[in-house]
T-cell receptor
Framework: GAVVSQHPSRVICKSGTSVKIECRSLDFQATTMFWYRQFPKQSLMLMATSNEGSKATYEQGVEKDKFLINHASLTLSTLTVTSAHPEDSSFYIC?????????????FGPGTRLTVL | AQSVTQLGSHVSVSEGALVLLRCNYSSSVPPYLFWYVQYPNQGLQLLLKYTSAATLVKGINGFEAEFKKSETSFHLTKPSAHMSDAAEYFCAVSPSGGSQGNLIFGKGTKLSVKP
């Protein structure tokens, strides 16, 4: 099946710094990528949807200036958490979809554990 | 608006026993339905999906789910549990015909398998 990677898998940073997380589709072109966050023992919450070459669409309550998303190519999307605070500590998961139809499967990355001190 | 309810945040079964994880959905349009499995500190892996074809869907690792419109349910089953099935399971819904195909997840059910 299709493979999606994320880097880094784990990051610890100081409060106030910025952190960039990469999401790559390794063996297919991802027209759409999704970013989710997951708090401990909770479900995934969609943060934003990004289409290659377009601005990301953010879910209600997600600060677009804080969570910068770039989807510059069909195989790479990045999420930058700017001026991170301890409450941003979470498990961030991306997914990628190759086709434009809604039946196309989203393939999930392994996630990135962010800890803000 | 669409939503997913997973009954039971934690299910425990014995090895070899039937696995039944419940999922009910709410959708104003015909939905697409998915089951994902998540092992600790990993991303989600698709088990199976329903996209308006056959109502009984077979997935990987011996899992299957049946779409019942009258009950608005999409319960996940496996006849005989293995120790390796212990994980978190998420049911998700997506609107059919939508342009984005966003997934809305349930809160998850943690499956424990006792030897």
């Amino acid at each position: 099946g299709a493979v999606v990677s994320q880097h880094p898998s784990r990051v610890i940073c100081k409060s106030g710094t910025s952190v960039k997380i990469e999401c790559r589709s390794l063996d297919f072109q991802a027209t759409t990528m999704f970013w989710y966050r997951q708090f401990p023992k909770q479900s995934l919450m969609l943060m934003a949807t990004s289409n290659e070459g377009s601005k990301a669409t953010y879910e209600q309550g997600v600060e677009k200036d804080k969570f910068l998303i770039n989807h510059a190519s069909l195989t790479l999307s990045t999420l930058t958490v700017t001026s991170a605070h301890p409450e941003d500590s979470s498990f961030y998961i991306c997914s990628a979809r190759g086709g434009s139809g809604t039946t196309d499967t989203q393939y999930f990355g392994p996630g990135t554990r962010l800890t803000v001190l | 608006a669409q939503s997913v309810t997973q009954l039971g945040s934690h299910v425990s079964v014995s090895e070899g026993a039937l696995v039944l994880l419940r999922c009910n959905y709410s959708s104003s349009v015909p939905p697409y339905l998915f089951w994902y499995v998540q092992y600790p500190n990993q991303g989600l892996q698709l088990l199976l999906k329903y996209t308006s074809a056959a109502t009984l869907v077979k997935g990987i690792n011996g899992f299957e789910a049946e779409f019942k419109k009258s009950e608005t349910s999409f319960h996940l089953t496996k006849p005989s549990a293995h120790m390796s099935d212990a994980a978190e399971y998420f049911c998700a819904v997506s609107p059919s015909g939508g342009s984005q195909g966003n997934l809305i997840f349930g809160k998850g059910t943690k499956l424990s398998v006792k030897p």
